[in-house]
C-alpha cells in the first residue's frame, strides 16, 4: 500500500469526486538523469591524451599533449559559451600520456601533472588563481632507467585545497606483467615519496582516473595479469579510512572483460556529479577496427567498485587514437560537461519538469504481474503541442525515452491532492485529430517494458558464488533499476547462488523471469527506480472495501477456482522439498509442479521453494474483479478486506489494476482491480 | 536452452571447458562441464561447440557436442 497524502484518505472511495491529475516530463529514467547534450566546441586538434577540470569561479582548465611533444595548456572562464573555446598555450615539453588537470571546486588552485619527455619522470606546474598564471615546471618524482610512466590521475583530498593524491601507472620496462600501480602524496606544499601497489603487477595500465568519497577510488584500463593478457576495465579503492584503512589497496575489480586481445578497453575518465558517470573507449583492433566512447551511471546508493553501473551506451565520439572523453560537473550551475580531444559538449540539469497537468483530458493505467503502462490524452486544441519533441519547442522534453510521472487524486476542501502512479517511459506520441478536436496521445511503459528492451550486448555470467538477490541486483542495474527486498523477500532469495547465464541477445525481462522462475517471490515496481521482491507469505497491509464508512465497491466478482497446482515438489542433488493443499487435491485431484534446481543445496531449501511456489500458484489462479472509486494508494499483492452484500467478509489479493479517469464524461474515474480470493487457510484467508 | 560457439580452453583434469559464444562480444562462458561422451582426442580448441544451460540456473553450463 502506497502512502497518500491525510485529505486523500479522507475522501477516498466517495461518490462525486473533482479528479486532480498533475502530469510531469522528465528528461531521465528511473530518476537517473538523461542528460541532453548540446555542442559547445568542435576544432581540429590531434588524438593524444588531455584532461579538464573545472575551478571555484567556473572556469574550466584544459590540458593536451600536442602531436609535436608540448603540453598545452587553457582557460576558458566561461566554458557554457562556445566563442571561449579554446585558447591553447604552450607550456612545457611532454611525453605522450595523458595529462592530469587537478582542479577544487570551492578553490583556485590547479594543479597539472604530466609525464616527461624521458618518459619516467612526472612533472608539475601549479596555478593559485584558477588557472591564469603557472608556475614553473618542476620534476616531482624519476622512476628507474628503463621503466616507462603509462598513465596517471590525481585528485584532491576531501574538501581541502592543500592535499592532493597523484596515482600513476609504472611499466617496469621487462617483458610480461610487470606493470603496477603507484601513489604520491602533496600536503604542506611539497611532494612525498611513492609508495607501490601491494598486489601482483598487470601486463600493462593504458589508462587511470580517479576520484575522493571517502576512499580514493580509481578506474583502470589494462590487460590482465596472465597470458594471454587479456583486455580489463578494473575499479579499486585506496584506502582513506572510510571502507578501506587509510593507505591500503583494495583488490582490481572487474568492470568490464574481454576474451580477445583485439577488442580493449582505453582511456576511463569519471566524475561525480548528480551521479557517478563514466566513460570510457572500446577499442575493436580486427577487421572493421573502430574506437567507440561509452557512457554508464552508477546507481545512487551503490559503491564504486560494484557491478551495478547502467549499460555502455555508445556516444558520438569516436578518436582515431585512445583520447578520451573526460566528464566535469559544474554542481552550482548543474551543467555536464563532455570533453574530448577535439570535441566539447554541455548538457544542463533539469530542475523543474515540463508540467502538462492542465492538458489531461483522460488517462488509463494499467499493472499486471507481467507489465503495463500508461496512456495519456492530451488537449492539443491551440496546436501547441504539435512541436512536442523538438530541441526548438517548449515541449521539447516530451519524447520518447522521457519520464512520464502521472499523479492523480482529489479536489478536497478547494484544493487538489495527489498520489503518484509508478513512473513510466515514453514510448510513442500520437497526434490524433477527429471531430474538430486535436489531442495528443502519449503511451508510455513500465519497468518491465524498459528491460523488454534492453538486450544483452555480450555474455553476462554469474559463476555460482552470488545470490540470486546481487544477480537481479546487477541485471537490473543494466536499465538503472536498484533491486531490493520488500519487507521480506524469501530465504531463497539470499542463500541460493545459481551458476546464471544471460546469453547476447536475450532480453532483460526473459533474464529476469528465468531467474526467478524457481523462486516463489512476487515482484511489483515501488514507482520511482526499484523493483522490491517480496515472499508471498508476507501479508502486507490492507485496505477495507465494500463496508459501513469504507469505499464502495461499484461491482465485484469472487471467484473461487483451482490453482494450476496444489502440490509443488522440488529436488537438488540428493535433498528433496514438498508441500501440498490436501483439500484442492481432494477436489481437483493431484495438480503437481515438478522441477529439479541444482542450486538447491538442503531439504531446507527444497522444502521453502516448494512452499513458496505452492502460495505463487495460489495467486495465479482464476482472478475476480472488483470495480471501485480509485484507492489512490493499492499497490500490486495488496491485501483487500472485502465485505459483501450478503455481510460476509472475505480478504482477496491485488493481481492487477487497471485505473482510467476521463475529464469529458463526468462519472469515469474508477478502477478495476484484479483480484484472487485467499485460501482459507492463508492468514486471513476465509472469514 | 541452447547455445553454440567456439571451443576457446580446455582443461581436461577437471574435464571443464571455455566456450567463445556466438553472437556474443569477446567474452567466454568458462567452467563449462564437458560431457565424459566426448573423447579427450576431440576436444581441440578451435572447434565448434553446442552448449546446453540450465534456464534457471541450477546447473552449471554442460558441453554436449564437438565439431
Known amino acids: 500500500m502506497r502512502a497518500i497524502p491525510e485529505a486523500l484518505q479522507a475522501v477516498q472511495g466517495r461518490p462525486q469526486l473533482r479528479p486532480a491529475v498533475r502530469l510531469e516530463v522528465w528528461s531521465r529514467r528511473f530518476g537517473l538523469w538523461r542528460p541532453a547534450w548540446q555542442t559547445l566546441y568542435a576544432g581540429s586538434e590531434s588524438a593524444h591524451g588531455h584532461d579538464a577540470g573545472l575551478c571555484a569561479d567556473g572556469a574550466l582548465v584544459r590540458a593536451r599533449v600536442d602531436e609535436n611533444g608540448y603540453l598545452q595548456v587553457a582557460r576558458i572562464p566561461h566554458p557554457e559559451d562556445p566563442d571561449e573555446w579554446c585558447p591553447w598555450q604552450m607550456l612545457a615539453t611532454a611525453d605522450d600520456v595523458a595529462p592530469a588537470v587537478i582542479t577544487h571546486p570551492t578553490s583556485s588552485e590547479v594543479h597539472i601533472l604530466w609525464v616527461g619527455t624521458i618518459h619516467r619522470n612526472i612533472r608539475w606546474t601549479r596555478s593559485t588563481d584558477g588557472g591564469v598564471t603557472w608556475s614553473t615546471p618542476a620534476q616531482i618524482l624519476s622512476e628507474p632507467s628503463g621503466s616507462r610512466i603509462t598513465a596517471l590521475a590525481g585528485v584532491f583530498r576531501g574538501q581541502s585545497p592543500y592535499e592532493l593524491y597523484l596515482f600513476y601507472a609504472l611499466d617496469a620496462g621487462g617483458a610480461g606483467a610487470d606493470d603496477v600501480l603507484k601513489v604520491v602524496r602533496y600536503a604542506g606544499g611539497s611532494w612525498g615519496t611513492s609508495s607501490a601497489w601491494s598486489y601482483g603487477p598487470r601486463y600493462s595500465f593504458n589508462g587511470l582516473d580517479v576520484l575522493w568519497q571517502g576512499d580514493f577510488w580509481l578506474v583502470a584500463a589494462g590487460r590482465d595479469s596472465a597470458s594471454p593478457y587479456l583486455p580489463r576495465l578494473w575499479t579499486l579503492a585506496y584506502g ?22 583485439q577488442f580493449q578497453f582505453a582511456a576511463p575518465a569519471w566524475c561525480a556529479g548528480d551521479a557517478v558517470r563514466l566513460s570510457y573507449l572500446e577499442r575493436w583492433d580486427g577487421a572493421n577496427a573502430y574506437r ?10 551503490a559503491s564504486l567498485g560494484s557491478a551495478r553501473w547502467t549499460d555502455a551506451e555508445p556516444v558520438g565520439y569516436a578518436p582515431a587514437a585512445d583520447a578520451a572523453l573526460c566528464l566535469c560537473w559544474d554542481a552550482s550551475a548543474g551543467r555536464l560537461y563532455r570533453i574530448g580531444h577535439d570535441r566539447a559538449w554541455c548538457a544542463v540539469q533539469e530542475t ?5 497537468g492542465e492538458r489531461v483530458v483522460a488517462y488509463t493505467y494499467n499493472e499486471m504481474p507481467a507489465g503495463g503502462g500508461l496512456v495519456v490524452m492530451l488537449d492539443n486544441r491551440d496546436g501547441a503541442l504539435s512541436q512536442a519533441g523538438q530541441d526548438d519547442s517548449p515541449y521539447a522534453a516530451l519524447r520518447p525515452g522521457a519520464e512520464l510521472r502521472l499523479a492523480r487524486g482529489a479536489w478536497a476542501a478547494g484544493a487538489p491532492y495527489y498520489a503518484d502512479l509508478p513512473a513510466g517511459m515514453v514510448t510513442a506520441l500520437e497526434w490524433r485529430e477527429s471531430q474538430g478536436t486535436s489531442r495528443l496521445i502519449v503511451r508510455a511503459e513500465d519497468w518491465w517494458g524498459v528491460l523488454r528492451g534492453w538486450r ?35 530465504d531463497l532469495m539470499s542463500t541460493r547462488t545459481p551458476r546464471f547465464v544471460v546469453p547476447a541477445g536475450q532480453d532483460g525481462a526473459t533474464a529476469l523471469r528465468r531467474l526467478m522462475a524457481n523462486l516463489p517471490d512476487l515482484l511489483r515496481f515501488d514507482g520511482y527506480g526499484t523493483v522490491l521482491f517480496r515472499d508471498p507469505a508476507v501479508l502486507p497491509a490492507a485496505f477495507a472495501v465494500g463496508g459501513a464508512g469504507e469505499p464502495a465497491v461499484l461491482e465485484g466478482a469472487l471467484v473461487r477456482g483451482a490453482a494450476w497446482a496444489n502440490l509443488c515438489q522440488a529436488s537438488g542433488d540428493g535433498v528433496f522439498g514438498w508441500a501440498l493443499e490436501l483439500d484442492a487435491i481432494q477436489e481437483m485431484g493431484t495438480r503437481r509442479r515438478v522441477w529439479y534446481d541444482a542450486a538447491l543445496l538442503s531439504a531446507a531449501q527444497a522444502g521453502q521453494a516448494a512452499g513458496g511456489m505452492l502460495r505463487r500458484a495460489g495467486l495465479e489462479g482464476p482472478a475476480g474483479w472488483l470495480r471501485l472509486r480509485p484507492l489512490w494508494g493499492v499497490e500490486l499483492w495488496d491485501v483487500l478486506d472485502w ?4 455481510g460476509s467478509r472475505r480478504q482477496v489479493r491485488v493481481v492487477g489494476i487497471q485505473e482510467r479517469c476521463d475529464m ?5 474515474y474508477e478502477q478495476r482491480l484484479s483480484v484472487v480470493a485467499l485460501s482459507d487457510d492463508e492468514p486471513g484467508g476465509g472469514v | 536452452m ?8 580446455v582443461n581436461l583434469s577437471t574435464y571443464t571447458a571455455s566456450v567463445a559464444l556466438a553472437d556474443s562480444r569477446p567474452a567466454y562462458l568458462r567452467d563449462v562441464v564437458v560431457s565424459r561422451g566426448i573423447p579427450a582426442s576431440e576436444l581441440v580448441v578451435g572447434r565448434r561447440a553446442a552448449v546446453w544451460i540450465d534456464e534457471a540456473g541450477g546447473s552449471a553450463p554442460l558441453l554436449l557436442a564437438v565439431w
Open chain 1, 456 to 490: 544483452a550486448g555480450r555474455l553476462f555470467s554469474w559463476d555460482g558464488t552470488r545470490t540470486t538477490a546481487s544477480i537481479g541486483a546487477d541485471l537490473l542495474a543494466q536499465v538503472g533499476l536498484d533491486f531490493a527486498a520488500d519487507g521480506a523477500g524469501s
Open chain 1, 664 to 668: 469529458r464524461r463526468r462519472g469515469i
Open chain 1, 292 to 301: 567507440q566512447a561509452c557512457l554508464r551511471t552508477l546507481l545512487p546508493a
Open chain 1, 352 to 356: 523543474e519538469p515540463l508540467e502538462l
Open chain 2, 2 to 9: 541452447m547455445a553454440w560457439g567456439v571451443l576457446a580452453a
Open chain 1, 643 to 646: 465485505t459483501r452484500r450478503d
Open chain 1, 240 to 261: 582513506d579510512g572510510w571502507e578501506y584503512p587509510a593507505g591500503t589497496w583494495a583488490a582490481l575489480a572487474e568492470l568490464e572483460a574481454s576474451d580477445s586481445t
